[in-house]
């Protein structure tokens, strides 16, 4: 399974972005997909998930009621839609795939990763 990130930038605080994440490869529509950040000289965070099984969505803490996770499997997409986004969301964002459908949080579950994309938020 091939990804391919995009959508990031600059922002001020309280604006929006969203990111999408291109995926190709056999079978790759029955991969579990998820977003991941890391921010500098921190651990790679789980952000939001959405299963493959039925599409059930989970989110950190941090982003819920404001980031929305996506998937649209006819264009081979899964976009995360950010709102209200605050400076401490200034990270390299990644897209994994899983061929798991639980513990979409654990970055171990995820098998394939896409290149990161680079989301600054100014205060």
């Known amino acids: 399974v091939q990804l391919q990130a995009s959508g990031g930038g600059l922002v001020q605080a309280g604006e929006s972005l969203r990111l999408s994440c291109a995926y190709s490869?056999?079978?790759?529509?029955?991969?579990?997909m998820g977003w991941f950040r890391q921010a500098l000289g921190k651990e790679r965070e789980f952000v939001a998930g959405?299963?493959?099984?039925?599409?059930?969505?989970r989110y950190a803490d941090s982003v819920k009621g404001r980031f929305t996770i996506f998937r649209d499997n006819a264009k081979n997409t899964v976009s995360l839609q950010m709102n209200s986004l605050k400076p401490e969301d200034t990270a390299l964002y990644y897209c994994?795939?899983?061929?798991?459908?639980?513990?979409?949080?654990?970055?171990?579950?995820?098998?394939?990763w896409g290149q990161g994309t680079q989301v600054t938020v100014s205060s």
């Open positions: 994994g795939a899983s061929g798991y459908y639980y513990e979409l949080y654990n970055v171990r579950k995820y098998d394939y």
């Open positions: 490869g056999r079978s790759s529509s029955s991969y579990s």
């Open positions: 959405i299963s493959y099984r039925d599409r059930t969505t």
